[in-house]
């Protein structure tokens, strides 16, 4: 293979082919390998598309080298110091910051659709108490389309702001009422009064028994957690989005499909695999070194959670974050906090570990998170549906890019086939 001005020429089975080149705008090159089967016949072969870019975007950018990640050209660092959750929603899926006046229009509207239809809050009483709340939020956003049907209708484009607008606002809810059905009380609907991290604890955590006030120290929390969340750019749950996206499927289906990839314990299920991790070390007295030497057995399944990333490696721009943000909530609390004092002492170690140095795995943003939640009084069966609710912006603004992008195509990747070549069948009474 060469590349040079006028593109890449492969040479292969005594044929040269000209394959065109783009370069991104970090001086990244890629070879456009999509006409290459139209050509040769030859299909590439990328188990877990580690290596491949499935579309062009400029929402988000990430340098797992430097550990450097940017929402619309913007620092991850600059946006959580000076700016809350709904602007850096604004800004992903709206392109730009808003200004004042945007800002607190795009609050009221989101405190307008806030509400669920009432037959939908009788849905969740269906759930038996211990599901799962990342089942239902899944089921619930897949559902919100059954009420609000008009993306299935004639010119969806004309209602894709609404739905975007109900979407941010609805699923907040949906995720509050999952908490309250898995501890058996009553839905707390959403207050005007409150802004959206507000709203949400106000749900979470209101009693008609015990009147809760949202601490602004922990709504300040929650709205960096939300904005550490929101992209990070073709993961596996954003791709879910868009693969499902690319079938025409509408924007509450699609985001439904990327709420369960992130489920996984691969994915977003990391941060409820960490504190429980975390708790069992505490339980069952394990030492640092008995869980890192586990985690390093090849014949263990057991991994370190929290710990390595398909694209970061260095420390994950995040966790560094929120583990500054983990002392601050702790405050006086953090140094006796026992779940803080094991996850300090286990990054310290595996970091000097070889075997983690040797194949470069940090603590990524799930290490500490979950320590915060915890903190917060959310259990950690709702930290995947925190996790959802962060990176809902994201899904949004990846699904928006998918439906204006000229190149797009339904996601429908090859195979490299393996099985039998050609069988005929044996009737039933002759097997
Ligand atoms: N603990 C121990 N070993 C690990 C860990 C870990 N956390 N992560 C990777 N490794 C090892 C693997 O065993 C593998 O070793 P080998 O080359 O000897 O076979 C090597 O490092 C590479 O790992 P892969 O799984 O091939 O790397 P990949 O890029 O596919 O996976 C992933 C990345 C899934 C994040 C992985 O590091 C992992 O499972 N981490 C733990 C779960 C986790 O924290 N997930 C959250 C990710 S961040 C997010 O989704 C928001």
């Given at each position: 293979m060469e590349i040079n001005k006028e593109g890449a020429t492969l040479k292969i089975n005594n044929q040269e082919i000209k394959l065109d080149v783009l370069h991104d705008n970090v001086d990244i090159t890629s070879i456009d390998i999509s006409t290459l089967r139209a050509k040769t016949g030859i299909l590439t072969y990328d188990p877990g598309f580690a290596n491949t870019g499935s579309c062009q975007s400029s929402i988000c950018f990430v340098d797992g080298e430097k550990?450097i990640?940017r929402?619309?050209g ?159 750019e073709q ?75 398909r694209v970061?490696k260095t ?86 890019e998918?439906?204006?992008d000229p190149y797009q195509k339904?996601g429908?990747p090859r195979?490299v ?15």
């Amino acid at each position: 293979m060469e590349i040079n001005k006028e593109g890449a020429t492969l040479k292969i089975n005594n044929q040269e082919i000209k394959l065109d080149v783009l370069h991104d705008n970090v001086d990244i090159t890629s070879i456009d390998i999509s006409t290459l089967r139209a050509k040769t016949g030859i299909l590439t072969y990328d188990p877990g598309f580690a290596n491949t870019g499935s579309c062009q975007s400029s929402i988000c950018f990430v340098d797992g080298e430097k550990g450097i990640l940017r929402y619309r050209g913007y620092d991850i660092e600059d946006l959580v110091e000076n700016c809350d959750f709904v602007e850096v929603a604004y800004l992903l899926i709206k392109e730009e910051l808003p200004n004042k006046e945007q800002r607190l229009a795009y609050q009221d509207l989101l405190n307008k659709h806030s509400m669920l239809h009432t037959d939908m809050t009788l849905f969740f009483r269906g759930y038996p108490q211990r599901a799962h709340p990342m089942s239902i939020l899944s089921a619930m956003v897949s559902s919100l389309s059954a009420f609000y049907p008009e993306l299935d209708g004639d010119n969806p484009e004309d209602h894709l702001d609404l739905t975007v607008t109900r979407l941010l606002s609805k699923m907040r809810t949906i995720a509050a009422f999952t908490y309250r059905q898995s501890i058996g009380q009553d839905v707390v609907n959403p207050s005007y009064k409150y802004s959206y991290c507000e709203n949400f604890l106000h749900m979470m955590f209101d009693s008609p028994v015990k009147n809760y006030t949202p601490d602004p120290k922990q709504v300040e929390a929650l709205n960096k957690l939300l904005i550490l969340h929101a992209d990070h750019e073709q993961n596996c749950s954003t791709s879910a989005v868009r693969l499902v996206g690319s079938s025409a499927a509408n924007l509450y289906a699609s985001v439904s499909a990327g709420c369960c990839a992130l489920w996984g314990k691969k994915h977003g299920g990391a941060n409820q695999a960490v504190l429980e991790m975390l708790e069992n070390i505490k339980e069952e007295g394990w030492s640092i070194d008995e869980i890192i030497a586990k985690a390093k057995n090849k014949n263990d399944d057991f991994r370190l959670s929290g710990f390595g990333h398909r694209v970061y490696k260095t420390y994950d721009p995040r966790a560094k974050i929120a583990r500054k943000l983990c002392e601050d909530v702790l405050g006086d609390d953090a140094i006796n906090d026992p779940l803080l004092n094991i996850a300090l002492e286990l990054e310290e170690k595996a970091l000097k570990d070889p075997y983690f140095i040797e194949k470069n795995l940090y603590p990524n943003v799930d290490f500490y998170t979950g320590i915060i939640f915890h903190y917060m009084g959310i259990p950690s069966e709702m930290f995947t549906v925190m996790f959802a609710l962060g990176r809902l912006p994201g899904w949004i603004a990846h699904y928006l890019e998918w439906n204006k992008d000229p190149y797009q195509k339904i996601g429908r990747p090859r195979q490299v086939y393996t099985g039998l070549n050609h069988r005929s069948v044996v009737p039933i009474d002759q097997r």
